[in-house]
Each structure stands twice: as structure tokens, then as C-alpha cells.
């Protein structure tokens, strides 16, 4: 319920300013990796704002607003290819490629939920042309709950065919969270939440396949604790590091 802010000073540090740019319900920020005097903020419902310097624009698409929006704003683009940038909704996801000063819809149909705040979408780094995109998946293989895939910069989005174990049954589950890698073009890393089932899936082939590398689905105690996972991070200069976000309580 606090809106976004920027600190004042660089490095930042534990005496350092914040000044107050857009309000609302803080959600998902970017910046342009080219440019620091560019970035996008979001507040509900994909109310999105850019600035460029201290000019701030309204960057909303024609989708903006809780009939289409998810609540939870989000936003994705590629260190490497900064201006580009993506922000789902139920029609599909919109894609920038004037960092927020237009937009053009790719559009999703058929199982997709992207007005669901579990929405996600990731672009790969070590590919930009390479997107991910994703709200729901399932155990069925002729369930229209799929992760969706973009091989040409988010122009156009098509279902991937791997699928959940059969512990997810088919009805569908809704993700948590949605990471491309950041060493190869054909890996991701789609999270998940529900107790007592796997909780990071690894997909090395561009969604043909999901293996569980958390052990719950297999049985095995690797370590990984049954709490909600909710982001991961895998290093790029040694893809054996992984970190994963997870729900905790502080004690």
C-alpha cells in the first residue's frame, strides 16, 4: 500500500533517502540497463508509469484496469535488450519495444488466466528473443493449462507440452513464480506452492519436459523445505547455484 520509491543517492546505503515517485500498491519495477535515467513502475491492475529522467509518463495498456488486469502488476524485460518490455493481461501479453511508449498485443487464448495475479513472465537473458509466459499448469496432457513459449522477442507465444506429475492431478495448478535462465536459451524454472508437492520444475528443452529438482516429486529429501517458493535465482557465472525465495517466519 506504499507506492514505489527511488533512493537519492548512489551507492545507496543505510542512510540513504527515498523519494516517493507513484503510489498505490507498489508492485513490479523496472529499470533500462542502457539508460539509468529510464525506468517502469506499476501500481494495481497494470497502472503503469515510466520515467524518463524526472519526467513521468503514464505507459498503460489499452488492457489496464481490474476487467482485464491481474492485480499484482507485472512487468519483464532483458538486461541486454532493456527497451523491450512485457506485461501480461487476460488478452495475452503486450510488448514494448519503446520501453512503455506503445504497445502491441500477442495474443493467448485457450487456458489462459492472465488477468490471475499469479500471471508471470520472464524474458531469457542469454537469448532475449526467448520469453516465457505462464499462469497455470497441470497434469493433463491435453489440458489447455500450459506454459507458454515465445522464440521471436514475444511477437507471437505458443503452448509448451511438457506437464506436472500426476500428484498435481489435472486440474490445474496455478504457479508462483517463473524464471528464465541465465546461461541457456532452453532452460526455465517455473515454481510452485501447494504443500507436500514439488516446488521448483527445471525445463532444459523449451517446455518439453518439467523434472522436479526439489525431490518432493520423486520422494527424496534433497534439503529443500515444504514452504511456498515464490522466485529463483540461478548464477550465471556457475548454473550449479541456485537460490530460491520462499515463504518464511521469522522466529
Known amino acids: ?23 498505490g500498491d507498489g508492485f513490479e519495477t523496472i529499470w533500462n540497463y542502457a539508460d539509468p535515467t529510464k525506468v517502469m513502475m506499476s501500481s494495481q491492475y497494470s497502472n503503469i508509469v515510466r520515467y524518463l529522467g524526472e519526467d513521468g509518463y503514464y505507459a498503460r495498456t489499452p488492457d489496464y484496469g481490474s476487467a482485464k488486469s491481474p492485480f499484482y502488476s507485472k512487468l519483464a524485460n532483458a538486461n541486454n535488450n532493456p527497451d523491450v518490455v512485457f506485461t501480461p493481461s487476460s488478452s495475452g501479453v503486450w510488448r514494448s519495444t519503446n520501453f512503455g511508449g506503445s504497445w502491441v498485443l500477442a495474443p493467448i487464448t485457450g487456458g489462459w488466466l492472465g488477468s490471475a495475479s499469479p500471471v508471470a513472465v520472464s524474458v531469457s537473458v542469454a537469448n532475449p528473443n526467448i520469453v516465457w509466459a505462464g499462469v497455470v499448469m497441470s497434469s493433463s496432457s491435453t489440458s489447455a493449462y500450459k506454459l507458454r513459449l515465445s522464440k521471436d522477442n514475444g511477437q507471437t507465444f505458443t503452448s509448451t507440452v511438457g506437464v506436472l506429475p500426476s500428484q ?20 526455465a524454472f517455473v515454481l ?9 520444475f ?32 540461478e548464477m550465471p557465472f556457475d548454473p550449479n547455484i541456485i537460490w530460491a525465495g520462499t515463504f518464511g517466519v521469522a522466529r
Open 192 to 200: 510452485f506452492s501447494s504443500a507436500g508437492k514439488g516446488k521448483i
Open 202 to 233: 527445471q525445463t532444459d528443452d523449451f517446455g518439453a519436459t518439467f523434472t522436479d529438482i526439489t525431490g518432493f516429486t520423486q520422494g527424496e529429501n534433497r534439503g529443500f523445505p515444504d514452504v511456498p517458493v515464490h522466485s529463483v535465482l
Open 1 to 23: 500500500d506504499n507506492g514505489s520509491y527511488i533512493s537519492e543517492t548512489t551507492p545507496s546505503s543505510a542512510t540513504t533517502n527515498y523519494t516517493l515517485l507513484w503510489g
Open 168 to 187: 498435481f492431478t489435472s486440474a490445474g495448478y496455478y504457479i508462483s513464480g517463473l524464471q528464465a535462465s541465465a546461461v541457456s536459451e532452453s532452460i
